[in-house]
Antibody, heavy 122, light 110 residues
Framework: EVQLVGSGGGLVQPGGSLRLSCAAS????????MIWVRQAPGKGLEWVSY????????LYGDSVKGRFTTSRDNAKNSLFVQMNSLRADDTAVYYC???????????????WGKGSAVTVSS | QTVVTQEPSFSVSPGGTVTLTCGLS?????????PSWYQQTPGQAPRTLIY???TRSSGVPDRYSGSILGNRAALTITGAQADDESDYYC??????????FGGGTKLTVL
């Protein structure tokens, strides 16, 4: 079964750090680009970060640029996001998602993890 | 800054048809944005419904269809059922691994 399982969420104080993980199974993780998407309480989805299959390209939304770092370990089928200098408005459920991309044909997310809840509060 | 717009809420009667749309604050949505649609129920991860404007994801019933209507992407649900009551998000591909999501439409079936 194709699956993404997120972990590492929790409560952290403003200014603190947290590292989220996303474990992939059931597919050849190393061949897929991946993204992180978050959802603040009662709000919509927000694209956070993108990482290419080889880690050669990493992109970040303006709201997290300079504070978040996305990485992956293809040998361990795992995706990570290191979140530093956390603020209250980073409070959200963070989803990892698999990207499907074929030039000129499709670009979308087809598999979603269950999400990790992050609360930034003192 | 690119803003993707969706109707905040919509209601449909059981068995009815509803069309949700997805637009850009400035400009038109075309197939070149590869619009995709996601369904989300409270407490759950999003589920992929439609990609590349009108292609249904695996296992998605043909009650769901996607298209371009005028200058907006559209998701049409025919024969609405109670379990269609969800939040629906569109996403537009901006290139280079960047997507912008709409604010979502809360669909009520009553």
């Amino acid at each position: 079964e194709v699956q993404l399982v997120g972990s590492g969420g929790g409560l952290v104080q403003p200014g603190g750090s947290l590292r989220l993980s996303c474990a992939a199974s059931g597919f050849d993780f190393r061949t897929y680009d991946m993204i992180w998407v978050r959802q603040a309480p009662g709000k919509g989805l927000e694209w956070v970060s993108y990482i290419s299959s080889s880690s050669g390209t990493k992109l970040y939304g303006d709201s997290v640029k300079g504070r978040f770092t996305t990485s992956r370990d293809n040998a361990k089928n795992s995706l990570f996001v290191q979140m530093n200098s956390l603020r209250a408005d980073d409070t959200a459920v963070y989803y990892c998602a698999r990207v499907r991309a074929a030039a000129g044909t499709y670009y979308y997310m087809d598999v979603w993890g269950k999400g990790s809840a992050v609360t930034v509060s003192s | 800054q690119t803003v993707v717009t969706q109707e905040p809420s919509f209601s449909v009667s059981p068995g009815g048809t509803v069309t949700l749309t997805c637009g850009l604050s400035s400009g038109s949505v075309s197939t070149y944005y590869y619009p995709s649609w996601y369904q989300q129920t409270p407490g759950q991860a999003p589920r992929t419904l439609i990609y590349s404007t009108g292609t249904r994801s695996s296992g998605v019933p043909d009650r769901y269809s996607g298209s371009i209507l005028g200058n907006r992407a559209a998701l049409t649900i025919t024969g609405a059922q109670a379990d269609d009551e969800s939040d629906y998000y569109c996403a537009l591909y901006m290139g280079s691994g960047i997507w912008v999501f709409g604010g979502g439409t809360k669909l009520t079936v009553l």
